[in-house]
């Protein structure tokens, strides 16, 4: 059974850093997509940063320049957000999804919630001024 860990939400003033970790344990499949997502109160969950197997990488356009994801050789997977903004407030979640190239697809149209099946249970951002 996958399961999936955020951590390293918190409090912050507009400017400052944070950087969030996503444990992954129990996942068997050969392919790895894995996304970081947020949901602010009122709002769909929205895309933010995701990478695959291969190394491709991409971002929101909100956040490009600011966040950055990785991913490290013990399955875990961070996000460094940098410069937060009062509109980065949000439930952060993480997903991993084993059909990369689907995953991808869904990433781009926002098809993410029907399409994923692995979810973290999320780590809260809130950036204040």
């Known amino acids: 059974q996958v399961h999936m860990v955020e951590s390293g939400g918190g409090s912050v003033q507009a400017g400052e850093s944070l950087r969030l970790s996503c444990q992954v344990s129990?996942?068997?499949?050969?392919?790895?997509?894995m996304g970081w997502f947020r949901k602010a109160p009122g709002k769909e969950r929205d895309k933010v940063a995701a990478?695959?197997?291969?190394?491709?990488i991409d971002y929101a356009d909100s956040v490009k320049g600011r966040f950055t994801i990785s991913k490290d050789n013990a399955g875990a997977l961070y996000l460094q957000m940098n410069n937060l903004k009062l509109e980065d407030s949000a439930m952060y979640y993480c997903?991993?999804?084993?059909?990369?190239?689907?995953?991808?697809?869904?990433?781009?149209?926002?098809?993410?919630?029907?399409?994923?099946?692995?979810w973290g249970q999320g780590t809260q951002v809130t950036v204040s001024s």
């Open positions: 997903a991993i999804h084993p059909a990369v190239q689907a995953a991808w697809v869904a990433f781009y149209s926002a098809t993410f919630e029907e399409e994923f099946t692995f």
């Open positions: 990478i695959d197997d291969s190394g491709r």
């Open positions: 129990g996942y068997t499949y050969d392919r790895y997509f």
